[in-house]
């Protein structure tokens, strides 16, 4: 019945696996800030107005993406049909022409299926957006509760190790935060530089360029690669290659992934006082695994192991080491 119930309940959950865990992160890492409002207002209207501010800013800042991503499809998908009709217009060779007449309708078809997809994957995002919301406030209202029960729930009898893998996670779950934080601010200020420096628009729309690229890096397959992808569209449209190709390189290696998986890791493991190439190979290998969610959990597993390594080692040699206690006339040496 046990094993059922935990399948069942594994179903559930698993349409809605990542805005949980993402609105669990997000709840953790909201809470300092929670633990200082509540003595105002309460611990429920502290929960509220945390959570609610978090999913305004990432709703409002998904929609503009959105539109924004709309648009440039629209325009890529014209840019792209005149640029065939002025080609299929010179003298081609019959299979070429053939080719390029089958490309254009092929090119026009996945674009049309492309933004019927994301109008009709809308409801459920927003349903996403509902549950990531809930979890950052019941997160945030109970975590008093939640504290305790995890505590209470570790063994007597191994309480001391128990005690030793929280403070194991808790110290690597801090680390990738204050990580996570830091790199974000430094990704969305080079966003904005790197908007100004290749002319992708006015100081006001990069500044938004990088506030985006703050936010959207705390939000499930969402991150800076994003904006910088969007403004390199932009140039291709307007016949800007070589500027395309210039905030491309720009974006991979300063904002996103490449960042991520240099820097990242090395900030995580001075603050959680691990090897580096534990967290690089924690974070790639969780990401390949799980999703974006394996970056946060791929060095937490790794972590854990090493306690638990530890803790093994540790019974190994004490049930090696040899009794110090007397077991019989017959064990003693000879005189």
């Not at 499930?220 to 016949?239: D, R, T």
């Amino acid at each position: 019945m046990i094993a059922v119930i935990l399948y069942s309940s594994w179903r559930v959950i698993l349409p809605f696996l990542e805005p949980v865990f993402f609105g669990l992160l997000i709840a953790y890492l909201l809470y300092p800030l929670h633990e200082r409002i509540k003595t105002l207002v309460g611990c429920r209207n502290s929960a509220l107005l945390l959570s609610s501010a978090f999913l305004l800013l990432v709703g409002v800042g998904t929609f503009k993406l959105l539109l924004i991503s709309a648009r440039l499809m629209a325009s890529f998908s014209g840019s792209l049909r005149d640029l065939l009709n002025w080609i299929l217009s010179l003298p081609l060779p019959e299979d070429l022409g053939v080719f390029l007449i089958n490309l254009k309708e092929e090119a026009a078809a996945k674009i049309a299926d492309y933004l019927s997809g994301m109008a009709f994957s809308l409801p459920l995002y927003i349903i996403q957006l509902i549950v990531f919301f809930l979890t950052i406030y019941y997160g945030l209202a109970h975590s008093e509760g939640i504290i305790k029960t995890i505590k209470d729930m570790l063994p007597e009898k191994n309480r001391t190790l128990g005690e030793e893998i929280l403070q194991s996670i808790n110290r690597t779950l801090s680390a990738l935060v204050r990580a996570w934080l830091l790199l974000n601010v430094a990704k969305g200020v080079l966003m904005t530089t790197g908007y100004l420096v290749f002319g992708v628009s006015d100081l006001y729309t990069a500044i938004v360029a990088g506030f985006l690229t703050f936010a959207f890096s705390f939000v499930p397959l969402f991150e800076g690669w994003m904006i910088w992808l969007a403004a390199a569209i932009y140039f291709v449209i307007n016949g800007m290659y070589l500027r395309a190709i210039g905030i491309s390189l720009y974006g991979i290696f300063l904002v996103s992934p490449l960042p991520d998986y240099t820097i990242r890791p090395m900030l995580v493991a001075r603050d959680a006082q691990l090897d580096e190439t534990l967290v690089f190979i924690g974070m790639v290998g969780g990401t390949w695994a799980m999703g974006l969610k394996g970056i946060i959990v791929g060095p937490i597993v790794l972590n854990v192991l090493l306690v638990l390594m530890k803790e093994w080692k540790r019974l190994t040699k004490l049930s090696h080491r040899p009794s110090s206690s007397p077991q019989g006339p017959f064990l003693h040496p000879p005189s």
